[in-house]
T-cell receptor
């Protein structure tokens, strides 16, 4: 079955530590996205990539980093510079970055202890 | 800048009652329009979408939405609510050739269904 996988489902981190969230898709989509979700704030775009080896900052990129070395993978690193990283993180993909439907993974809930 | 407004962060209906979730967008070009549903601790699932053609769009689970260009609206309806409809619903707008990740999401409306 085609789809998007995110791992782990739940992640705990100590303050000051970097942590990497995994996102893999087998839909052969060109574009991939990372969103952060907090209660009452909807989805906020962190980073997106429309093609391998290229990515752009979204609205809240500070304290995050990404890479896009393979078409199917778009990992997100939450660095110690992110002041309030506890949130639900969603990865998505679309056929192209041209306004079409996005397909979402199941999400990763990150808690900073 | 383009934006999406969902009127009402919480909506409560009785089981069997009409569901109406409102979405308005700002746009200077023809948009693509989407409704997504999210159950607790899960990702977003597409309910329905409008790209071109018929302005009344039918989706999964008995939901439908109508694109009204003159009102810049894309409200989501369901004639009879079911307990399983309790979830959070997000309206989104996209533009061909748009930047910033190409979809702009509203802040969501949480739907509660009372027995």
């Amino acid at each position: 079955d085609g789809g998007i996988t995110q791992s782990p489902k739940y992640l705990f981190r100590k303050e000051g530590q970097n942590v990497t969230l995994s996102c893999e898709q087998n839909l052969n989509h060109d574009a991939m996205y990372w969103y952060r979700q907090d209660p009452g704030q909807g989805l906020r775009l962190i980073y997106y990539s429309q093609i391998v080896n290229d990515f752009q900052k979204g609205d809240i990129a500070e304290g995050y980093s990404v890479s896009r070395e393979k078409k199917e993978s778009f990992p997100l690193t939450v660095t110690s510079a992110q002041k309030n990283p506890t949130a639900f993180y969603l990865c998505a993909s679309s056929i192209s970055g041209q306004g079409g439907e996005q397909f979402f993974g199941p999400g990763t809930r990150l808690t900073v202890l | 800048a383009q934006s999406v407004t969902q009127l009402g962060s919480h909506v409560s209906v009785s089981e069997g009652a009409l569901v109406l979730l409102r979405c308005n967008y700002s746009s200077s070009v023809p948009p693509y329009l989407f409704w997504y549903v999210q159950y607790p601790n899960q990702g977003l699932q597409l309910l329905l979408k409008y790209t071109t053609g018929a302005t009344l769009v039918k989706g999964i689970n008995g939901f439908e939405a109508e694109f009204k260009k003159s009102e810049t609206s894309f409200h989501l309806t369901k004639p009879s609510a079911h307990m399983s409809d309790a979830a959070e619903y997000f309206c989104a707008v996209g533009y061909y050739g748009g930047s910033q990740g190409n979809l702009i999401f509203g802040k969501g409306t949480k739907l509660s269904v009372k027995p």
